[in-house]
């Protein structure tokens, strides 16, 4: 009964490959997001999805490619790796809104470019 | 730019003691200020929270002081325990119409001795 479950937890890959990330909630929320929580623990924004539509992009490189098949699922396809990718990847939801609503995290997948 | 300034950048406070996290802003957009925990391992998870016309918040052994005409907030942990041991981020809310976001703070990893 996770909230915000992610697959998978580690990722292990050679520079240049191509690897995805994928998200999915139960809480019934229509907002999603993915953070990068960098080797000094800074969390940045990548992206965010409203009802399966892209509203944030935080000049992400393209080589960064998310997709919302459905409001619970956001994936996180990524090209070319390069070592700087290296990074722990967060999925995050919440109750769309203008008001504060609380963002759900889910546990992060650490991703490791050789 | 750092747009959520958070020191200090690491803590150790003794079993019993008060931990106490500063972090200043500069854009008078954001206008909801959640703190967030996160254990190894984990994602973030929200702690507390505060409105900016409230200028303090109890949860518990958990304070949000909240100063606006200085543009700065802080978390004050009461009577720390060794299970508080965490990194804790400030964060900013900016209210949009669909592009909500948070912007984070760079962290302070808490250490409680005992």
């Known amino acids: 009964d996770t909230a915000v479950s992610q697959t998978p937890k580690y990722l292990v890959t050679q520079m240049g490959n191509d690897k995805s990330i994928k998200c999915e909630q139960n809480?019934?929320?229509?907002?999603m997001y993915w953070y990068k929580q960098d080797s000094k623990k800074f969390l940045k924004i990548m992206f965010s999805?409203?009802?399966?539509?892209?509203?944030i992009n935080e000049t992400v490189p393209n080589r960064f490619s998310p997709k919302s098949p459905d409001k619970a699922h956001l994936n996180l396809h990524i090209n070319s790796l390069e070592l700087g990718d290296s990074a722990v990847y967060f999925c995050?939801?919440?109750?769309?809104?203008?008001?504060?609503?609380?963002?759900?995290f889910g546990p992060g997948t650490r991703l490791t470019v050789l | 730019q750092q747009q959520v300034k958070q020191s200090p950048q690491s803590l150790i406070v003794q079993k019993g003691g008060i931990s106490i996290i500063n972090c200043a802003y500069e854009?008078?957009?954001?206008?909801?200020f959640p703190w967030y925990q996160q254990f190894p391992g984990k994602g973030p998870a929200l702690l507390i929270a505060?409105?900016?016309?409230?200028s303090e918040k109890k949860e518990g052994r958990f304070t949000i002081s909240f100063n606006k005409s200085a543009k700065q907030f802080s978390l004050h942990i009461m009577d720390s325990q060794p299970g508080d041991s965490a990194t804790y981020f400030c964060?900013?809310?900016?209210?949009?119409?669909?592009?909500?976001?948070?912007?984070f703070g760079t962290g302070t990893r808490l250490t409680i001795i005992p």
């Open positions: 995050a939801s919440r109750k769309g809104g203008t008001s504060y609503n609380e963002q759900f």
């Open positions: 809480l019934g929320h229509d907002t």
């Open positions: 999805y409203n009802n399966k539509e892209l509203i």
């Open positions: 854009n008078t957009a954001f206008d909801y």
């Open positions: 505060i409105r900016p016309d409230v």
């Open positions: 964060a900013a809310y900016t209210r949009g119409f669909g592009n909500e976001k948070l912007t």
